[in-house]
Antibody
């Protein structure tokens, strides 16, 4: 069974940093692109970033570009999202998402349970 | 960026009803369209990919259609567990974008 377990969320002040992690199991992690998506309180879903299976290609939403870095450690089946210069509007539940192969043209099939990030002074 | 517009934004229906949700893309996306179901406090669940293909384990009461810019999700014989929020998503090009969601409520 595919499982994705996020961690690392919490309360951080504006301008601060946070590193989210996602542990993956039940599939050959390095063979699949992965994504992060988020959902602000009471709002809809927003794609944040995607990374190729090898980790050498990344894409970011404009809302986080330049402030966030997505990476992966295929030896540990773990996905990361380093978020810097956090803003109040980054407050959201962050989901780790497995793509069916690549994220483009193949889509997303499994979501983690999410980790909550709250940016507030 | 490709804008995804869902209609209606909310919908009231009764158990046993058949409902249809529409999703329109601001430009053609071929069939690179997915539908997700989300219940309160839970992670989204993938229902349909490729506009009309069911994810493994998803009941056949869910069906999707469309290509290009106009897509639909149809849910037949509504049961209490189907009342949730539904999102469409295009994955034809970055940035990947979602519709604003359709909240399906019990009448």
């Amino acid at each position: 069974e595919v499982q994705l377990v996020e961690s690392g969320g919490g309360l951080v002040q504006p301008g601060g940093s946070l590193r989210l992690s996602c542990g993956a199991s039940g599939f050959t992690f390095s063979s699949f692109s992965m994504s992060w998506a988020r959902q602000a309180p009471g709002k809809g879903l927003e794609w944040v970033s995607s990374i190729s299976g090898t980790g050498d290609i990344t894409f970011y939403a404009d809302s986080v570009k330049g402030r966030s870095t997505m990476s992966r450690d295929n030896s540990k089946n773990t996905l990361f999202l380093q978020m810097n210069s956090l803003r109040v509007e980054d407050t959201a539940v962050y989901y780790c998402v497995k793509c069916s192969s690549g994220c483009l043209r193949n889509g997303m099939d499994v979501w983690g349970q999410g980790t909550t990030v709250t940016v507030s002074s | 960026d490709i804008q995804m517009t869902q209609s209606p934004s909310s919908l009231s229906a009764s158990v046993g009803d058949r409902v249809t949700i529409t999703c329109r893309a601001s430009q053609g996306i071929s069939n690179y369209l997915a539908w997700f179901q989300q219940k309160p406090g839970k992670a989204p669940k993938s229902l349909i990919y490729g506009a009309s293909s069911l994810q493994s384990g998803v009941p056949t009461k869910f069906s999707g259609s469309g290509s290009g810019t106009d897509f639909t999700l149809t849910i037949s014989s509504l049961q209490p567990e189907d009342f949730a929020t539904y999102y469409c998503q295009q994955y034809n090009s970055y940035p990947i974008t979602f519709g604003q969601g359709t909240r399906l409520e019990i009448k």
